[in-house]
């Protein structure tokens, strides 16, 4: 079992930039989570994503927008980078009925220049 | 008030002794409460996970739930060098798909 593959592993992007982020969710796992998570502080959950729809979402602007694809991954798009957007994004996956028993990838660490 | 309190630490303690991680959460709603490991530079592991008050143990781990105290914690018997990473609790409640984490501590285990 894989388990949760996120990709890349690291990125630089400049303030201003789009990033696309991406996450395979672990085999049987049907509900994907991305959170944020800064240096030195617990994640922040941005939003979770069930049958292709987004089904909750934090406290996150709009510049923050999602997709689930039929096959259960997932992708994060952040637009106009700002320097504050640096930090290790998480992709936490789940099955159905049970979404607090989350797993978690290793994390896309961004960082804006 | 943040809706999960955790000290972040750092905690050291020497090989062998028992840790004791704590978090106190302020919602009620809370019911589900886990405690994930995180090394440096990874993502958090699932630990444990407790749905009711009451203990839960896994081997060297034990999670205690007192939701009349809003208080949840983690022992760690017979630590090890292995064992030092940050511990991050997290909680979810009915209604919602999200996890609040604490902060997460910093443990340390010298051999």
């Known amino acids: 079992d894989a388990g949760v593959t996120q990709s890349p592993t690291h990125l630089i992007k400049t303030r201003g930039q789009q990033v696309t982020l991406r996450c395979s969710p672990k085999?049987?796992?049907?509900?994907v989570s991305w959170y944020q998570q800064a240096l030195g502080q617990g994640p922040q959950f941005i939003f979770q994503?069930?049958?292709?729809?987004?089904?909750q979402r934090g406290n996150f602007p709009d510049r923050f927008s999602g997709h689930q694809f039929p096959n259960y991954s997932s992708e994060l798009n952040v637009n106009a980078l700002l320097l504050g957007d640096s930090a290790l994004y998480l992709c936490?996956?789940?099955?159905?009925?049970?979404?607090?028993?989350?797993?978690f990838g290793q994390g896309t660490r961004l960082t804006v220049v | 008030q943040k809706e999960v309190e955790q000290d972040p630490g750092p905690l050291s303690v020497p090989e062998g002794a028992i840790v004791s991680l704590n978090c106190t959460y302020s919602?009620?709603?809370?019911?589900?409460f886990m405690w994930y490991r995180q090394y440096s530079r990874k993502g958090p592991e699932l630990l444990m996970y407790?749905?009711?008050?009451g203990n839960k143990e896994d081997g060297r781990f034990t999670a205690q739930v007192d939701k009349s105290s809003k208080y949840i914690s983690l022992f760690i018997r017979d630590s090890q060098p292995s064992d030092s990473a940050t511990y991050l609790c997290?909680?979810?409640?009915?209604?919602?798909?999200?996890?609040?984490f604490g902060k997460g501590t910093k443990l340390s285990v010298i051999p």
């Open positions: 919602n009620s709603a809370f019911q589900y």
């Open positions: 994503y069930y049958e292709e729809e987004e089904r």
């Open positions: 085999s049987g796992h049907d509900t």
């Open positions: 936490a996956s789940s099955p159905q009925g049970a979404y607090t028993e989350a797993f």
């Open positions: 407790t749905y009711s008050s």
């Open positions: 997290a909680m979810g409640g009915a209604g919602s798909y999200q996890l609040t």
